[in-house]
């Protein structure tokens, strides 16, 4: 295994089992939501055999909502497939924009559960580094968790993916409690800043905007 | 509901697993469903009415709380994964608020320690997901009986004591 992967040893391994679990129970959701519509087809038929008549149109209905419940699966599925895949490189070039595009699926639940809604505002064109994949869906994650708990329920945090000079930041942004240091732990911490330096990025934090920035440069200098 | 819709539902309760006095003793009961997935609420909802029962929901636990608190219900239908608000301090406060309730646990991931830590937060049963809408309704009938017991008990006791 490359070293670059121990910089976050045990995190690395918590990080993926956290998504992996919410995924995992997204996709029990899914198939109990097809489960009740079969079961109510189900129902349909056997009143249908003791002579109450179906109506065409909730039948419609009920496949449009499972047809509805089989593309979210696929989009959960697919999204898992690109987070398992991360880590097959140690370094490639990515969208950022995508990226970021992706983290926010990836987290949607666990944002849900913490009452916080994500908002991504794509860039217009592709903005392309050189980097970690993993390593960098790892930091996005931690500065998105931190944003989340900053910010407090029935907020939205917005990300944003600028083109700089010398690479690329993504922004977080609506982090109101930001400003009163007393409120949150301190960011960044050992795991982030370890990360950071071998991403080559770094972080600013802006407590009078409200925002996080993460700096990404264009390639991993070595 | 009229009288042929109503037998054709009675006869949707349970067919394999309940008596017909099961599928009676079931009729109009009132049932919490309490899930973040509106589409999942409002397909379970309806199967319970096809089967006599008298369902309602709440998609967010502060919902269901205020609900509970406005209405008596037979039995709590409860996902431990709700926004917000975990499910565990859901049921807490839910318990606190209306000490008579009977919980079924509805999970996505019924794990040992969820189940136990269900069992020792007040909830009686615990199912997994996706499930068998009979086995949930058993388990309904299962708890409602066993309120009626209690409640039998207490009137008996009561009765007891002033003709003693």
């Known amino acids: 295994m490359d070293s670059k992967w121990n910089i976050i040893g045990n995190e690395g391994f918590k990080f993926m089992g956290k998504m992996n679990a919410s995924i995992s129970h997204e996709i029990k959701n899914v198939l109990a939501i097809i489960n009740e519509n079969a079961g109510l087809l189900e129902d349909f038929t056997l009143m249908a055999e003791k002579g109450m008549p179906i109506d065409p149109e909730r039948l419609k209905a009920l496949a449009g909502k499972v047809q509805k419940q089989v593309q979210r699966a696929d989009r959960i599925v697919r999204n898992m497939n690109t987070f398992a895949h991360s880590v097959d490189e140690t370094e490639k070039k990515v969208d950022l924009g995508e990226i970021l595009v992706f983290m926010a699926a990836l987290s949607k639940r666990l944002a849900a559960m913490k009452g916080v809604a994500l908002e991504v505002t794509p860039p217009s064109t592709p903005i392309a580094i050189t980097t970690n994949p993993f390593l960098i869906e790892n930091i996005i994650w931690r500065c998105l968790e931190f944003s989340m708990a900053v910010a407090g329920p029935e907020k939205t945090v917005i990300m944003r993916v600028d083109k700089k000079d010398q690479g690329a930041s993504i922004l977080f942004s609506q982090l109101k409690g930001l400003s009163d240091a007393s409120s949150h732990p301190s960011f960044p911490k050992v795991l982030e800043n370890a990360l950071v330096e071998s991403l080559g990025a770094q972080i600013v934090v802006h407590e009078g905007n409200g925002e996080i920035e993460l700096g990404l440069p264009e390639t991993i200098e070595h | ?164």
Request: net charge positive; aromatic share 4%; glycine share 4%.
């Open chain 2, 1 to 164: 509901m009229s009288c042929m819709r109503a037998t054709v539902r009675l006869s949707l309760v349970c067919p394999k697993l309940s008596s017909i006095e099961g599928r009676v003793f079931l009729f109009g009961r009132k049932v919490l469903l309490v899930d973040d997935e509106r589409d999942f609420l409002e397909a379970l909802s309806e199967r319970m009415r096809n089967r006599g029962l008298n369902p309602a929901t709440a998609a967010l636990a502060k919902e269901a709380i205020q609900m509970a608190q406005r209405e008596t219900y037979d039995v709590l239908v409860l996902d431990l994964n709700m926004p917000e608000m975990a499910g565990f301090e859901t049921l807490k406060i839910l318990k606190e608020n209306n000490p008579g309730i009977h919980v079924v646990i509805l999970t996505g991931h019924a794990t040992v320690e969820n189940g136990i830590r269900a069992m020792l937060s007040g909830a009686e049963e615990v199912l997994e997901k996706p499930s068998n809408v009979e086995i949930l309704i058993k388990k309904i009938e299962k708890l409602v009986r066993k309120k009626m017991v209690k409640v039998q008990l207490f009137v008996t006791a009561h009765v007891v004591s002033l003709s003693t």
